[in-house]
């Protein structure tokens, strides 16, 4: 089947197509991917703590422990006992990490406004878009068995 798996092979194509793009100011940083965005959702959520970023990254505690310990070393973040509850460490992140997410925030944005340009997306034509799939994927009224899957 031609379609087989549209929407993810294509979200997968612009994802490998974003990494590609950031690899080399990831490089010049010394820091991964997956790193990028512990430090993007550390910075957006000040004191957060090892649990719910193992939820949000849907990983093992010990690769998040793995990888908190690498930001902590290279001093983009603190890890600080949390006063309500001492088994748990709030997480946040040091100016040199601001920084660095303010600094690979300006080229993500830089890519994907190639990406919109190259597709002429609208913010506003691509929420409506996104509000219509929404309601569409959500309709209890339409079953998959509709579909040949």
Do not use: W
């Amino acid at each position: 089947m031609a379609n087989e798996n549209f929407l993810g092979g294509r979200l997968r194509i612009f994802s490998q197509l974003h990494k590609e793009y950031m690899k080399p100011y990831m490089i010049e940083n010394d820091i991964s991917y997956n790193q990028y965005f512990y430090l993007n959702t550390i910075n957006t959520i000040p004191g957060v703590n090892q649990n719910f970023l193992v939820e949000v990254f849907r990983s093992k505690k010990s690769l998040v422990s793995i990888t908190l310990k690498d930001l902590e070393d290279k001093s983009l973040i603190t890890q600080k006992p949390d006063p309500n509850n001492r088994r748990s460490y709030m997480i946040n992140i040091t100016p040199k990490g601001k920084d660095m997410v303010e600094y690979l925030n300006i080229h993500d944005k830089r890519c994907e406004a190639k990406i919109k340009k190259l597709f002429e997306f609208s913010d506003i034509k691509l929420q409506q878009n996104v509000a219509k799939v929404r309601e569409y994927i959500f309709d209890d009224s339409i079953d998959s068995e509709d579909f040949n899957l």
